[in-house]
């Protein structure tokens, strides 16, 4: 099966084809640096770095631009509380963001352009616009876009013109639909840009950039020094982006090059909880340093995230979280078993390679499917089924278990939800070796009681013991 993606733009599931074989542009709305990212930003970067990861297993070379919007509305009314200067207030959230991406085990971005550093671009673009008979100063000194002189408007969300109040302009960066119409590319500057330096000298007034202008400005600024092309295969982003954010891109993009933006507009639904969309508006937000400090493992908010499509909503709370946890452990543990049967002590005839093949290709065809990682992840528990079973009744030979892990180790590349590894200190390395060495004698002496009792103590220090064939094995679990 070949890829297939839903596309906001058509609302139909049909077949990718990038402009250029064998090269994937993607662009995928980041995050606003006034704050820490919450859990529901992640989900949509982690179904963003799912799809990356699928196009790479699949052959292609994925060039992806993450923006950095660090001025805008709420960076400038952080940064003026705060009482710093702008670049200073945004520096701190920007190492919090990479942090966090690390933690989540999200791949890096090929670029993470910050939009203060793509003024010149949105002044030229803006500029074009002007000229083009597309844009106009307003009596307020700023520079809206004529939404009525671009007949394509609504295209992406279905937003009709005459739905938005006639003769509106908005100049907020958060706005309904109702009031919506034409909205500010460049916005004059006020005292308090000026005081937290944000604002730029531009040909038709010193100000500074309106949010929906950056995503253009750099995307056309990216794809076409690197490529020369002047549209994106893949535009990504939250589904609260549809409007007005990723329709005025449109606009702004398309006004200027006369060429489609975009080819393909994926969207990820909201994380919720208890019903509610997560945001910083409802003051339900969880970060991902929140479950850092918690110490829940990565993979566990991956197999969450993992376990709902990305078009449904999913639903954030602790039973779901602890169940993904549960499964992380089990995908560990099997890990740990294949291991040591490609390690090899037995030889029977198998099944393995028919299960790792099916592996592959069950994996393949349901990410191939929309990006159906529940499905995906059906596939790897059935997987892992079967191929207990078979180590069980002894039914391999260590080269087959090679092959099975292989195909496993390549699942888990994409979908990486295997259990964190655990820094163990010296001392506590030492006092587990003695315990567990305590153990084994103690159950050489049948004194199961005192072989318990060590059990016990190591797993109150999150250490876990498997008496296998080879001795006994021992590993410190995450949370």
């Known amino acids: 099966m070949d890829l297939r993606l839903y596309n906001t733009l058509t609302r139909s599931v049909v077949p990718f084809e990038p402009v250029e074989p064998g090269i994937v542009t993607m662009y995928t709305c980041g995050p606003t640096v006034y704050n820490y990212a919450h859990i529901g930003n992640f989900r949509t970067f982690l179904f963003e770095d799912l799809l990356r990861r699928h196009l790479e297993s699949l052959g292609f070379e994925v060039f992806q631009i993450m923006n950095l919007t660090d001025v805008d509305d709420r960076t400038i009314n952080a940064a003026a509380q705060g009482g710093k200067k702008l670049n200073d207030h945004t520096a701190e959230f920007i190492g919090a963001f990479f942090e966090d991406c690390e933690y989540l085990r999200i791949r890096s971005a090929s670029v993470y352009p910050r939009a203060t550093e793509y003024i010149q671009p949105m002044v030229e673009l803006v500029q074009n616009l002007i000229e083009r008979g597309l844009a106009y100063k307003g009596d307020d000194g700023s520079v809206y876009y004529a939404v009525d002189k671009f007949d394509r408007y609504g295209r992406l969300s279905r937003v009709e013109k ?197 592996l592959t290709e069950h994996v393949r065809n349901s990410l191939n499917d929309d990006l159906n990682a529940p499905q995906a992840l059906g596939a790897i528990f059935t997987f892992v089924r079967a191929a207990n079973r078979e180590l069980d009744a002894g039914n391999w030979a260590p080269n087959d278990a090679k092959a099975a892990l292989k195909a496993f180790d390549d699942q888990m590349s994409v979908l990486d939800l295997l259990p964190s590894e655990v820094a163990l200190d010296e001392t506590l390395e030492t006092w587990v070796a003695e315990q567990v060495a305590a153990r084994e004698a103690a159950r050489k002496e049948k004194d199961f009681a005192t072989a318990d009792e060590i059990r016990a103590r190591l797993a109150e220090k999150g250490v876990e013991v498997e008496d296998t064939p080879g001795g006994p094995r021992w590993r410190l679990l995450s949370q």
């Not at 929906?212 to 939250?238: F, M, N, P, V, W």
């Not at 449109?250 to 060429?259: C, L, M, N, W, Y």
Request: charged share 30%; aromatic share 10%; proline share 3%.
């Open 162 to 358: 005459r739905e938005l109040k006639a003769g509106a302009r908005v100049s907020s960066d958060e706005y309904s639909k109702e009031d919506a119409r034409d909205f500010a590319l460049w916005k004059a500057a006020s005292s308090e840009d000026e005081a937290v330096e944000a604002a730029w000298d531009a040909p038709f007034g010193r100000g500074r950039p309106g949010w929906h202008l950056e995503c253009s400005a750099i995307a056309l600024q990216e794809i076409g020094s690197r490529y020369g092309a002047k549209t994106l295969d893949i535009h990504a982003g939250g589904v609260d982006l549809v409007f007005p954010h990723h329709e005025n891109e449109i606009a702004q993009s398309e006004g200027v090059t006369g060429k489609t933006f975009a080819n393909y507009w994926l969207h990820g639904e909201f994380l919720t909880i208890g019903g509610t969309k997560m945001s910083k508006r409802y003051g339900n937000t969880l970060t991902a340093r929140d479950l850092r400090e918690e110490g829940v493992d990565a993979a566990a908010v991956r197999m969450l995230c993992y376990g709902t499509h990305y078009r449904q909503q999913l639903s954030f709370g602790d039973e779901p979280l602890e169940a993904a946890k549960e499964g992380v452990k089990r995908l560990g543990e099997f890990h740990d078993r294949l291991t040591r049967a490609a390690e090899g002590y037995e030889s029977n005839g198998t099944e393995m390679p028919q299960l790792a093949s099916q």
